[in-house]
């Protein structure tokens, strides 16, 4: 092996690599699969009604036109819808990132009976699919008289364990010396919480609060069954039961709608994005 | 469980001294619990007891046996909507598992623009499922839309109408899956690929194992336990498939694309059948918990 090679160069000791090659190929390949939704999805909300179904496709309107918002926002709540999905997104982040942290300290560093159990059935619940818990839950918040409310939307996403098993993990790799040292100061359990695991916790807290943020965001099936008011509808219920019903042939519009909800998501990705991969690759859940 | 943890806490030694440490644990945890117990593991019960009673949106439950049960076997429409899924998660399940790995060891290499590929690729987790659905409907259109227009460059032709037709429509609701999760199992795999030490590779790398000799006798076999989880999580992800179908096709067309999901929401909140909709959220749980159980075992995790 020379010297001079360099592992992502497409030459070997003078000649192409046909291998490197062939991977360049499909990386570029795929980056285009995965990428063209996005492109299409702005580059139809943009274009003005007649270039719409042009076919062969454009790839850039004649002239750009901002009129599919314009229709948009005009003949439905988006504005509203945005409104809602932001408190519901807020409140479910704040609360479980309240309750995980506390509840993440003993489970990652104190002895106490129940500890294993208490933890294994936590656990247990990634494996049971959200189904089951629909009708009751929805049974209990029509019951106490709070369905279509913030909190009938928000709260039960909070019970998911996937923030406290993050938090957990996280909590377990903070040295142990440094909460000694606090306790011989006569540090209280809460006061070693405040001082020193929140402080060293930025990346992991950062972790569940963006994951959870944009599941609340996208979250479909609850919202769905427990919110029928525009007081409280989120963006993606909205978009699924009027933008998109029945309304196949005004494309423009629904890109439109799609690219609303779409891009705020992708610059706060773009932004976070290494939050989201150590998310997904410490606890394998999906949002 | 952890070594940390007895350092500090030393088994409790006297009486209160325990009692008031595991106060404490529980305190902290109280608000937690409070959460899941309430909206969590009570639901669950509750959903358990409900598939044995007849429940309508007011009113108390009236307990019924197994009636429930045995009027989904009965139903055509309920093992319609079983074989419907059952269909999805294997159109599914297996690309974003084997497509997840394969993207995983591609973004893996150390190729220029890599990271560039691995957040396209990742992107579309971020986007909802509603988005996601009305964006794929415009791309499969039949007259103007983008797949089939690239498609007729390859050669397909007449046009597939994805949506349109009983069958295409499962396959069409699979590949807008594939593109919007499979990212999820290609960072799993990534963070896999990232453990195995190098100095296996470089070991391999002197006795003279070329490339494909290091994927097949090194990274495929130390990836091997991280199937113990993506593959379940996949399946039970997969058999829950609800929000594609929602706003893609609301089931049809004839009801080719009517799933388990899509049953129970029509049960429970279209028609308030709160019992019969219980009883197929416990067979949705049961059925990919049996094949996790059954896979799990055969990998000898259990």
Known sequence: MSQSWRKDSLYRDGSLNWGRLTLYAILIFVAIVWGTPFIWMFVTSIKPDNEVFRYPPTWWPNEPTLLFYTRLFESFPMMAWFRNSLIVAVITTTLTLVTNVLAGYPLARMRFRGRTIVLLIILSTFLLPGEILLVPLFLGMVKFKLANTFFSIAVPAAANAFGLFLMTQFFRTIPVELEEAGRLDGCSRLGLLWRIFIPLSGPAIATVAIFTFVRSWNDFFWPLVISNTDA???????????VGAGLSIRFGV???????????????????????????STTGLRG | MSSLAKTLDKPAEAGWASIRNDLIAYAFMAPYLFLFIVFLLLPAFVGVYASFTKWGIIGDPKWVGFRNYDKLINSELFLESLQNTLYFVILAAIPLIVLGFLL?????QKLRGRNIARAIVFLPHVVSVAAVGIVFQWILERSSGLL????????????????????????????????WTVNGNMIIYLAGLQDIPEELYESARIDGASSWQLTRHITIPMLLPINAFVIPLTVIACWRVFGQVFVMT???????????????YETAF??????????????LMLIPLSFTVVQLRAMKVI
């Open chain 2, 250 to 264: 609301r089931g049809g067309p004839q009801g080719s694309t009517f799933t388990v999901a899509q049953f129970i």
């Open chain 1, 232 to 242: 409280t509808r989120t963006v993606p219920v909205g978009l699924a039961i009027f």
């Open chain 2, 104 to 108: 995983a060891l591609l973004v893996n």
């Open chain 2, 270 to 283: 279209v028609n308030f059948n709160m019992g019969v909709a219980s009883a197929a959220g416990v067979i």
């Open chain 1, 254 to 280: 629904l890109m439109a709608s799609a690219a609303a909800a779409t891009i705020p998501a992708v610059i706060f990705f773009l932004m976070l994005q290494r939050y989201f991969v150590r998310g997904i």
């Open chain 2, 148 to 179: 089939n227009y690239y498609l007729g460059l390859l050669g397909v032709n007449p046009p597939i109408n994805w949506l349109g037709e009983p069958e295409s429509a499962m396959p069409a609701i699979a590949i807008t899956t594939i593109w």
